[in-house]
């Protein structure tokens, strides 16, 4: 599986508090963990990254690879 693509990118502040949250969630990093309270202790100096796509394909070899085996 793979993803590829091209774009222009660009730091964004706003709402990059509310992602990083939306990450710990997503990955199951708590909020009282170690590493959790490390990253939110620095979210005053977080940036988002967005990304204007500009191209982008896709693909998933994963039955092709399996029919190998």
């Known amino acids: 599986k793979g993803v590829r693509g091209q774009g222009t990118a660009s ?3 706003e709402g990059a508090a509310e992602i990083l949250t ?6 199951d990093i708590g909020s009282d963990s170690s590493l959790g309270q490390w990253l939110l202790s620095r979210v005053d100096g977080e940036y988002a990254i ?3 796509i500009k191209r982008i394909s896709a693909w998933d070899y994963t ?5 190998t085996s």
């Open 11 to 13: 730091l964004v502040r």
């Open 22 to 27: 939306t990450l710990l969630h997503r990955y």
């Open 50 to 52: 967005r990304i204007a």
């Open 63 to 67: 039955r092709r690879m399996a029919a």
